[in-house]
T-cell receptor
């Protein structure tokens, strides 16, 4: 079983759609959780940290359920510029464990 | 925020040659640098952790004699892929340690193609 597992993609959605990404992690001792965005052939960039209380940043909402070891990312009113690969990332003892990524393609 | 400069961004080399990738921290002292490899459509996999002035720690399955890491100063860490083979073709990327909630700083990555 992978340490961090994400929805297999790709997700192809029209502009304005709402899209949800799911992620599960296997190590209950994981300490911090993040969503990163990676554009093709580029480095990952932090989208948002994820907290148990849930957090929102504009059109993006992230949720963490420690009991279920589950993380989610919701994107509302998707834009063409949201097209990228979204990486679920879990921090364990100073190391970052990456999910395989879920590719999102937003079409006009 | 912290800036890490990684180069080259892209390199094509012949099989059997060695390639050195550099990551420089431009505005802070990076005591620790993490090196990752990413194959197409796959996640970033940690290869090794380098600490300034000491030997790197390699992840299971990563050959330390093939992937030489040097972290001789607080501003420079290097990864040398020795005797490169086509299967070493990948995206290599470094990142510093940092403040989790402010994000970790990644280099811009190096795309290595071995022909």
């Amino acid at each position: 079983r992978k340490e961090v597992e994400q929805d297999p993609g790709p997700f192809n959605v029209p502009e304005g759609a709402t899209v949800a990404f799911n992620c599960t992690y296997s190590n209950s001792a994981s300490q911090s959780f993040f969503w990163y965005r990676q554009d093709c052939r580029k480095e990952p960039k932090l989208l948002m940290s994820v907290y148990s209380s849930g957090n929102e940043d504009g059109r993006f909402t992230a949720q963490l359920n420690r009991a279920s070891q589950y993380i989610s990312l919701l994107i509302r009113d998707s834009k063409l510029s949201d097209s990228a690969t979204y990486l679920c990332v879990v921090a364990q003892g100073g190391k970052l464990i990456f999910g395989q990524g879920t590719e999102l393609s937003v079409k006009p | 925020g912290a800036v890490v400069s990684q180069h080259p961004s892209r390199v094509i080399c012949k099989s059997g040659t060695s390639v050195k990738i550099e990551c420089r921290s431009l505005d802070f002292q990076a005591t620790t640098m993490f090196w990752y490899r990413q194959f197409p459509k796959q996640s970033l996999m940690l290869m090794a952790t380098s600490n300034e002035g000491s030997k790197a720690t390699y992840e299971q399955g990563v050959e330390k004699d093939k992937f030489l890491i040097n972290h001789a100063s607080l501003t420079l860490s290097t990864l040398t892929v020795t005797s490169a083979h086509p299967e070493d073709s990948s995206f290599y990327i470094c990142r510093t340690g940092g403040q989790p909630n402010y994000g970790y700083t990644f280099g811009s990555g190096t795309r290595l193609t071995v022909v």
